[in-house]
Nanobody, 125 residues
Framework: VQLQASGGGLVQAGGSLRLSCVASGRASGRAFSRYTMGWFRQAPGKERDFLAR????????YYADPVKGRFTISRDNAKNTVFLLMNSLEPDDTAVYYC???????????????WGQGTQVTVSS
C-alpha cells in the first residue's frame, strides 16, 4: 500500500486545515477499506506522536488527548482516502503530519504497517 498525504500549509492560530491521505495498491490481498488508518505528527527535535485512528468501516475512532475535540478523523473508502480535519489550530500543532495504515483492527502506535511521506503544517501565532 502506498500512502500520499496532502493538505498541509501555513495557517494562523485559530484557523483550520483538512489533511487528506490517498491510498493506492494492495498488500496482503487487502483493499484500503480493510485497513485501520491513523494520523501522526512529528515536530522538529521531537518524537513522532500518535493523533487519531479510524477502523475499517469508520465505526470506531480514537484520539490522543492533545487533539481531542479539535481534530476529527474520517474516511471515504470509495475514494481510498482518510481525512484529518484540524480546527482551532495552535502554534504547538506545527509539525510534519503522517498518515499510516495498519492491518490490526486496533493497532498500537508502533504497529502500523505502511506510512505516507508526510505533509508540513505550520501554525503562526
Amino acid at each position: 500500500v502506498q500512502l500520499q498525504a496532502s493538505g498541509g500549509g501555513l495557517v494562523q492560530a485559530g484557523g483550520s486545515l483538512r489533511l487528506s491521505c490517498v491510498a493506492s495498491g494492495r498488500a496482503s490481498g487487502r483493499a484500503f477499506s480493510r485497513y485501520t488508518m491513523g494520523w501522526f505528527r512529528q515536530a522538529p527535535g521531537k518524537e513522532r506522536d500518535f493523533l487519531a485512528r479510524i477502523t475499517y468501516g469508520g465505526g470506531s475512532t480514537y484520539y490522543a488527548d492533545p487533539v481531542k475535540g479539535r481534530f476529527t478523523i474520517s474516511r471515504d473508502n470509495a475514494k481510498n482516502t482518510v481525512f484529518l480535519l484540524m480546527n482551532s489550530l495552535e502554534p504547538d500543532d506545527t509539525a510534519v503530519y503522517y498518515c499510516a495504515a495498519g492491518l490490526r483492527l486496533f493497532p498500537e502506535p508502533d504497529e502500523y504497517d505502511y506510512w505516507g511521506q508526510g505533509t508540513q503544517v505550520t501554525v503562526s501565532s
